[in-house]
């Protein structure tokens, strides 16, 4: 259990560190250095985790028998105004869910396709990735600022309607007002309000239709 809850740690580390990578190599891509510039297109764990969402919401998530384990490392910077395409905040939003989207997808299609072969520890380890960054992604595209889900419906509303996306983004920034600290802490009551019904009716299906798992 011990040994689970490292390794499981240690992915979930790595998982977030990659999310937020993906972020900065993204804005870079599309225009904005900012991230490049202050030194965070780096996969060195010192320059990004976050001691309260990398190692102590771990922790209190465990400790409290929460049926998921999910964290978040510091995030990368960007400068939306550097960005100039319409909808580039919003790719720049998803591209740290689609990393994860990728693991998940990568190990749990290898699981379903040589799972047979595989030793059970190999096979474990493969579920433990492939579970944490569905976990990640799902969490992160729910839109609630200020998750990327968020900013990706922003830009979702921007195609449908201008509308759309200016009362949105009203709510946003509002939300956003609160504070880190204040947002942080509405987002964790959502996640524990919600985590028998997320866990149980969207981790559990899409984790089984990727795996192949009971």
Sequence with gaps: MQIDFVFGLFILIVSVILHEVSHGYMANYLGDPTARLAGRLTLNPVSHIDPVGSILLPLLLVITN??????????VP????NLPGKYDEGLVAFA??????????LFGL????????LPLPWVEAFATICLVNIVLALFNLLPVPPLDGS???????????PSL????????L???????????LLILLLFFALSSFFF???VAPTFRLITGLA
Aim: cysteine-free.
């Design 66 to 75: 929460s049926p998921l384990l999910i964290g978040y490392a510091k995030p």
């Design 78 to 81: 960007y400068n939306p105004y």
């Design 96 to 105: 740290g869910p689609a990393v994860n989207i990728f693991l998940a997808l």
């Design 110 to 117: 290898a699981i379903r396709v040589f799972g047979a072969a």
């Design 151 to 161: 900013k990706v419906l922003s830009s979702v509303f921007a195609m449908v309607h």
């Design 165 to 172: 996306e200016q009362g949105y983004n009203t709510f946003r």
């Design 174 to 184: 509002n939300f956003e007002r609160l504070g880190v600290l204040s947002g942080t």
């Design 200 to 202: 149980g009716s969207v």
